[in-house]
Structures are given as C-alpha cells and as structure tokens.
C-alpha cells in the first residue's frame, strides 16, 4: 500500500503544472533573478568606505565596546566606514550637506543611527551598527558573567587574569565576527540565498498539503474516495508523504545545481552539512504543511493562505528582506525565531558561514527536527480515525 | 434473502437541524434499493453516515451483522462508492484513475489488472485508456468515476446520484451497467432525483424529507399511495382565461391545470375518464392536438408526498 501510493502521488505532484512551477521553477528563477540583479552589488560596496559622522562625546566614549568595534571597522585597508569625529551639531551639518551617510550617537546607552533617507549604504550602516550593538551586549553580559562567577567562587580575590583572558577570546571572537563585514564572505547576496534556500525548504509545505488535501473527506470528492477505501491510513498518507519529499529532493538539487554550478555562490567547505540541514528544513516544510491541512479546518484556498502566510513571514523575519530584521526579531522577540523554522534554518547556514559554530549549527539542526517532530504528531493525532460533523 | 445492510434509529443532528431523525431501513441482498427526496431532505447524510464518513448522533449502522465503523477494514473492502461528484485524479489517465483505486482494495497486480479490464469493459471505457480527465465528456467523466467506484467489485453498491448531467446514451449505460453489477452479485442503494430512473431500476423504493421516511416500498406500491387515479392531459395551443373557468364548472372530479399550452386534468375517482374529457372539450369548442391518458407516476407520489414549494 506505501508503495502504490508513493508511486501515484509521485505522478501526481509531477504532473500538477501550477504545484511544479511554485516548487520546482520558482526557487531557481528566484535564484536566477538575484543573481542578475545583484550581482557585483558586493563589489561595489567593498571598495567604497561609507562616509559617517559619529557624535564623539561622553556617551559615545563610555560605550567602549561599541567605540572600539567602530574604530577598527575604519580602519582596515578595505574599510567598511570612514568615521567622522564631530560634536552633534557638526555631524548634523555634516549629514544635511551631504557630506556623511549617517550619523551614529549613544543616547541612554543605545546606538542610533540617524539619516535622512533609505538606500543600500544607509541600509548597510544601520546592520553594521546593529550587528555592533549585539555583539556588545553579549561581551557585558559575558564580562559580568565572569566577575560574578569569580567573586561567587572564593569571596574577594578575583582571578583578573582569568577574566581578561575570557574575556579577550569573546571579544576575538566577536572582531573576527565583526571583521567579516569587510571580508567577502558577508556578502548581502548570500544572505539573499540562504534565506532563499530556507524558503525553498519550506515551501515543500505545498507539495505535502495539496496531497494531504486529496485524502481528507471534507476536502475534496477523491478524499471522501479514499476515506472509505479499506488501506491503512497511515501507509497511504506515508507513501504520499515520501512522494512529496521525493519532489522536494529533486527542488532541493536543482537550487543546489543553479547556486553552485550557474550562479556561483561560494557555501565554504561545509556543504555536505549544509545539504543536511536543507534536508532537515524540507522535513520541517512537509510536516508543517501536513499539520496546516490536518489543524485549519476550512477550505482548500484559506490553507494555502494560511501556509504561504506562515512561510513568508517565518521568512521576513528571518532575514530575507535584510539581516536588520532577523536581529531586531532575536533581540526583542526572541520567541518567534525559537519557534520559527526559516529562522532556524538560516540560522543554522550562518553559524557554518560566518561564525564557523558547529555547536550551533547542530543546535539549529536538532530544533528543525524537533519542529518536525511535534508537526508530525499533531498531524497523526488530528487525523487518526476521523470522523466529520459535517461535510 | 439475507440482509446485507441495517440501518437502526439513525439519527445525525447539527446544532439546531435534525438532518436524518430516527431513521430504520435494510438493504437485502441482489436488491436495488432507491433513497429518494427533494434536495436537503438527509439522502447524502444517511450514505456519509453509513460509510462511517460521517459522526452520527444516535442509532446503529451495521453490514453483514457487523458495526460499521472508520476502522472496519474488512466491511470496507465490500463497498464501492460512487459519489455525486467525479473523484478522480486530474493528473492521471483513465486507465492509471481505476488502477490507483483498485489497487486501494486489490493488492495481487494480475487480479487487479483483471478487474480493472471488466471495469473498463462494463462502463465503455476501451478507447479512453490514456485519456486524462480533462478530455473526457460529461458521460465519460461519469463512467470513469462509475468505474473507479466499482473496479474491485464491491457486494455493497452505493450510486449517489451517478446521471446527474449526463446524454441519455450515457445514462442507459450507466443503468444497464448498474443492472448487470445487480446480475453479478451485488446489492445497491441508489440515490436520485429522476423518477423515471428509479422506477425502472429499483425493486423498493424509499421517500424521505426531512431526514425522515415518507412512505417506503415497491414502485408500484408507492403509486396506489397516491390520491390520484389518472391523468389526462391534452395539448391546448389556446384557452382563455373565461373557458379555463367555464372547463373547471364542467369537470367537477377532478383538478385542471393548465401551463404552456398542456391541459392535465387530475381525476381522483377510478380510471377511462378521456371520453368524458373530449365531450366536453368538444362542446365548449375547446380545440386540442393530441389528447391522451396516464396513470399516475412515481413523481406524482413525490410531489404528493414532499409538496410542490421550491427547496435550497
């Protein structure tokens, strides 16, 4: 029974025109269009410092993380910003001459970046500054974190030493990290791909749900049809299930073909764990896909909104629009990137990207499939032996 | 003959509707049993019901002496639906449709090969084997969904209105198919709303409105229900108003309607009144094109027994 059903489910995603072109061509033109429109986008912002002006009083000299994070930002060769040191009035004039992109303050102990319209370098000043802000934040909390564990540990004498030393390879850590943004490898397009691939992941929600649809009784006359057939709901709704990720794999090596092979991404040395974790984000797609279609109890069309709703937003705030969004999200809601599995995917490809963190990495891998675990039981629990109310 | 289906003080409740209200039946076996009534009336409840599709409120539904439940797999494997809309797969051909739905029921792949061939065979299909759905006419698209429903040949036959829009060719095959299904051994409940249909098919008919049984029995049982006892109806091309009054003082036994230049005169005092009819046509220098007599029909005991105002 698994087996006749995987095979006709398999013809029938492959020969549903509107579901191919969503699932198979969609990712790829996407993929392709990215490619055409930003292509060297990267280049011409590496070579160009933005112009900054940077309100240099009190404030900003107590923020010493914040201040050394910028000033070794400008000073590199391939220098990402070119500082001006001014008071707020002269970098106010500065900004309204035209002379600086942005100008960045401390007020209340907070970065704010102020400029007077929206463009690609005002966008790139306001990540950077964000990214900063993060990272700050977490060498504090890590400084306090140790002192309060040394005077915890034997009373008065603090292992300063020991401290520094900690504290130097968070604070390495975090310039590494930092020092990426001038490096190739932080790239606006490949955040553009990842969050691409992340997308592409869950819209295997389709293939899963349109199937899911056609064995529901309430749904559609084939389901009332295949309700009252004496197979085993579980092996028909397996086989169609691994159908569905039979497509998503054929997707998967499409998009992975144009990146690599077309478009050139460079994904580093980890693709085989990236191909796991593209894996783990299709499994994630497909059980959430299922669980939409077993959970919302209304039409065909609402599901479908309710699923592309899901994934798009999971995907905005994940970072598709920009990296802002993705920290903005971690450090005001962190919850929604806890249970979002875009965030978790993307999540994970710049923990093996940028931050080279495998342990996070394996983290994100283990929440994907958590995700699709709980997904899975909330399908079988919704479906098992049902009976409708109505039709 | 043995009882195949039982159906107990079935009762299906929405919020405030009683859409199937104490409802008691059976279903012998190699017997065509017709569910019929006005749209809304509980037909399609009671089948959802009896195919476990359905949670019913009170009452029990049992096949071969057993419950009928989601999981009676072995009861399930009896039963062949055709349902009121086409259940195929767009996506696949005539021939890969009937196999997908055997092979539901079917698992040895030479006998459900075999099976699929009687199914294409029964229902016309030889030539449309890769044809897809889309391609299909209306009566086609019936027969494969007539097809689908019965390749694993099923004992329990349920046709929930199967000629809904189909050519006349296309129904009396869908009729002498549902016959020859009858000849090899199984037992169906047929809904519609064509009386014609359900006179020439089935041996008992039940009517039911309202969730409820009306009157129940053979088709010509069901006519003697009725108060009237022939009909004569006579084409008028013109009858003024004036003569339509002067013709209902004459004809004092029974009801004159008269609509798009048909006269029917509803006699409900024994038969042989035509006679009667032309001498006084002819006296009031009525002229008629043709004139002739029936007996009343199963859509008379309908309408008698559902009324005649519209419904959803």
């Known amino acids: ?391 | 003959m043995s009882v195949i289906l039982e159906v107990s003080h079935l009762t299906k409740e929405y919020k405030t509707v009683k859409a199937v209200d104490d409802l008691s039946f059976t279903l012998n076996e190699h017997e065509i049993l017709g569910l019929l009534g006005p749209n809304g009336s509980g037909k399609s409840t009671t089948m959802n019901c009896i195919l476990s599709l359905l949670r019913y409120s009170s009452g029990s539904i049992r096949i071969h002496g057993k419950e009928m439940s989601p999981s009676a797999y072995d009861l399930k494997q009896e039963i062949g639906v055709i349902f009121q809309d086409v259940a195929v797969f767009e996506e696949l051909t005539v021939y890969d449709n009937i196999r997908y739905f055997c092979g539901l029921y079917i698992r040895d792949r030479k006998t459900a090969e075999a099976y699929i061939e009687d199914a294409i065979h029964l229902t016309g299909l030889e030539d449309y084997r890769k044809f897809y759905p889309k391609q299909l006419s209306g009566g086609l698209l019936r027969r494969l969904n007539i097809a689908c429903g019965i390749a694993h040949k099923p004992k329990l036959l349920f046709f929930d209105e199967p000629t809904v829009a189909v050519d006349p060719q296309s129904r009396n095959n869908i009729l002498e198919g549902i016959e020859k299904l009858r000849e090899q051994g199984a037992s169906v409940i047929y809904t519609t709303h064509y009386m014609e249909e359900a006179e020439q098919l089935c041996d008992r008919i039940i009517i039911m409105d309202k969730g409820k049984i009306l009157a129940s029995g053979t088709p010509d049982s069901l006519k003697s229900i009725t108060s009237v006892t022939e009909k004569v109806m006579a084409e008028v091309p013109r009858l003024s108003e004036e003569k339509l009054h002067k013709l209902e003082g004459e004809v004092t036994n029974g009801s004159i309607r008269y609509e798009n230049g048909r006269l029917v005169v509803s006699f409900h005092d024994g038969k042989d009144h035509i006679t009667h009819l032309i001498d006084i046509l002819r006296r009031m220098q009525i002229s008629y094109l043709r004139i002739y007599s029936e007996r009343p029909t199963l859509n008379d005991v309908f309408l008698e027994l559902t009324g005649k105002e519209l419904r959803d």
């Open chain 1, 1 to 391: 029974m698994f087996l006749h059903n995987y095979r006709y489910s398999l013809v029938v995603l492959l020969r549903n025109k509107g579901l191919v072109f969503w699932t198979l061509a969609f990712p790829v033109i996407m993929a392709l269009l990215f490619h055409m429109s930003f292509a060297g986008i990267d280049d011409a912002e590496r070579f160009s410092a933005i112009e900054v002006a940077v309100v240099d009083d009190d404030a900003y000299q107590n923020q010493v993380i914040f201040a050394r994070a910028m000033e070794e930002l400008s000073k590199s060769e391939d220098a990402v910003l070119h500082l001006h040191y001014a008071d707020s009035t002269e970098a106010e004039e500065l900004l309204n001459n035209g002379e600086v992109t942005a100008v960045i303050s401390i007020q209340k102990r907070e970065p704010v970046v102020r400029v007077l319209s929206s463009g690609i370098q005002e966008t790139i000043v306001q990540s950077v500054v964000e990214e900063i802000r993060c990272d700050s934040e977490v060498i504090s909390d890590l400084a306090k974190e140790e002192i309060l564990a040394e005077i915890g540990e034997d009373g008065t004498d603090l292992d300063f030493e020991r401290i520094f030393t900690d504290i130097s390879k968070a604070v390495l850590s975090v310039k590494s990290k930092v020092n990426n943004l001038n490096q190739k490898e932080y790239s606006f397009v490949m955040i553009e791909y990842e969050s691409l691939i992340a997308m592409t992941c869950l819209y295997s929600g389709l293939l899963s749900m349109t199937l899911m649809n056609m064995h529901q009784a309430n749904l559609s006359a084939v389901g009332k049809r295949s309700t009252v057939a004496p197979a085993r709901r579980g092996a028909v709704l397996a086989g169609a299930m691994c159908a569905a990720l039979t497509v998503q794999l054929i997707t998967l090596m499409m998009l992975y073909a144009v990146l690599l092979l077309i478009v050139k991404a460079d994904f580093g040395n980890d693709i085989g764990k990236i191909l796991l974790l593209s894996l783990s984000g299709s499994l994630a797609g497909l059980t959430l896909g299922a669980a939409v279609s077993v959970l919302v109890r209304t039409g065909e069309n609402a599901k479908m909104t309710v699923l592309l709703s899901i994934v798009m937003s999971g995907c905005f705030c994940s970072g598709m629009m920009g990296i802002v969004m993705k920290n903005i999200i971690d450090k005001h809601l962190p919850f929604i990137n806890w249970i979002n599995p875009a965030a978790m995917i993307t999540d994970g490809l710049y923990a093996l990207y940028y931050y080279g963190a495998v342990d996070r990495y394996w983290f994100d891998l283990a929440s994907i499939l958590l995700f699709s675990v709980v997904m899975t039981a909330v399908s079988i629990g919704g479906l098992r032996r049902r009976q409708y109310d109505s039709m």
